[in-house]
């Protein structure tokens, strides 16, 4: 079966999730064939996971004063900043008889992505939780997610190319506590190909040759037609919709991806003030 290969450039988090919920429908439909697709966005943006509490975790003002888009993707888990120094990736394919579970479908396309970027940087990643892609010094510097439909499934994979700590900060909450004043935390866990000395201008165009040619299946490079553009519009309203991205606000608290390990946190502080009660996280 033949990939479809899709490139993305200079959009927003709404388009990005409705190009993504689009292929999900249209190739369990069998209308469209396995599909992969490179991303960047060309502004800040903010997804929350499904299930997360948007006023507890993101200080919507400063997020609006940022520059920053907000939405509530379809996948779960917990907040991540995407901005253009992040590159996404993200594989859409139809289930099977003998579907992978979900833990063999991070690890296929996890593993594509870490054995990608060492061919790309040289740089040793390696796959905890399921869905974390971390240094060998245990620094965060990419994570998955994905999604089921009745007929499809999707695991998209953001890497980061450069992190801004301080923009990151000052948008980011866990259980309505700011989070500032951790930078020096941060620092140790929340890293990059830059952080880690192996930023390389050309990384996205190179990465994205390398991890095409992970799979066996041949492929077809093809730009989004005039139809679809118009269908993902439609379903970008939906993610820009305020009741939406506010939820019910009983969602619990998840705080941001580069802050766990897992389900544990990884600041000392916080860890004790859960323990006290202090904080509430799931």
Same mark, same amino acid.
């Given at each position: 079966?033949?990939?479809?290969?899709? *490139?993305?450039?200079?959009?927003?988090?709404?388009?990005?999730?409705?190009? &993504? +919920?689009?292929?999900?429908?249209?190739?369990?439909?069998?209308?469209?064939?396995?599909?992969?697709?490179?991303?960047?966005?060309?502004?800040?943006?903010?997804?929350?996971?499904?299930?997360?509490? /948007?006023?507890?975790?993101?200080?919507?003002?400063?997020?609006?004063?940022?520059?920053?888009?907000?939405?509530? =993707?379809?996948?779960?888990?917990?907040?991540?900043?995407?901005?253009?120094?992040?590159?996404?990736?993200?594989?859409?394919?139809?289930?099977?008889?003998?579907?992978? *579970?979900?833990?063999?479908?991070?690890? +296929?396309?996890?593993?594509?992505?870490?054995?990608?970027?060492?061919?790309?940087?040289? /740089?040793?990643?390696? /796959?905890?939780?399921?869905?974390?892609?971390?240094?060998?010094?245990?620094?965060? $510097?990419?994570?998955?997610?994905?999604?089921?439909?009745?007929?499809?499934?999707?695991?998209?994979?953001?890497? =980061?190319?450069?992190?801004?700590?301080?923009?990151?900060?000052?948008?980011?909450?866990? +259980?309505?506590?700011?989070?500032?004043?951790?930078?020096?935390?941060?620092?140790? !866990?929340?890293?990059? /190909?830059?952080?880690?000395?192996?930023?390389?201008?050309?990384?996205?165009?190179?990465?994205?040759?390398? !991890? $095409?040619?992970?799979?066996? #299946? @041949?492929?077809?490079?093809? *730009?989004?037609?005039?139809?679809?553009?118009?269908?993902? #519009?439609?379903?970008?309203?939906?993610?820009?919709?305020?009741?939406?991205?506010?939820?019910?606000?009983?969602?619990?608290?998840?705080?941001?991806? @580069?802050?766990?390990?897992?389900?544990?946190?990884?600041?000392? &502080?916080?860890?004790?003030?859960?323990?006290?009660?202090?904080?509430?996280?799931?």
């Amino acid at each position: 079966m033949t990939l479809r290969i899709i *490139d993305l450039e200079g959009i927003d988090i709404y388009t990005l999730h409705a190009t &993504e +919920d689009y292929f999900l429908e249209q190739v369990g439909q069998g209308t469209q064939p396995p599909t992969v697709i490179f991303s960047t966005i060309y502004r800040p943006g903010i997804s929350i996971g499904k299930e997360q509490n /948007l006023e507890r975790d993101i200080d919507t003002k400063n997020a609006k004063k940022r520059g920053a888009d907000i939405t509530r =993707r379809m996948t779960g888990g917990r907040s991540v900043w995407l901005d253009q120094d992040h590159y996404i990736v993200s594989l859409i394919r139809p289930k099977s008889p003998n579907d992978l *579970d979900t833990a063999k479908k991070y690890a +296929d396309v996890c593993s594509r992505v870490i054995k990608s970027i060492h061919a790309t940087t040289g /740089l040793e990643l390696f /796959l905890k939780n399921n869905n974390d892609l971390m240094t060998s010094q245990n620094g965060h $510097i990419g994570g998955a997610a994905q999604h089921s439909s009745k007929d499809s499934y999707i695991v998209h994979c953001y890497i =980061r190319k450069k992190i801004n700590l301080d923009c990151v900060l000052d948008v980011i909450m866990l +259980d309505g506590r700011k989070l500032q004043n951790y930078k020096n935390e941060f620092k140790e !866990f929340a890293v990059s /190909l830059e952080t880690e000395g192996y930023y390389d201008y050309e990384f996205s165009k190179k990465f994205r040759r390398s !991890f $095409i040619s992970c799979f066996e #299946e @041949d492929f077809e490079e093809k *730009d989004l037609t005039t139809f679809e553009k118009i269908a993902i #519009e439609k379903i970008a309203q939906d993610y820009k919709n305020p009741s939406y991205i506010a939820g019910t606000g009983n969602e619990p608290s998840r705080g941001n991806c @580069d802050m766990f390990e897992g389900s544990k946190v990884r600041i000392r &502080e916080l860890t004790e003030l859960a323990k006290k009660g202090e904080l509430k996280f799931r």
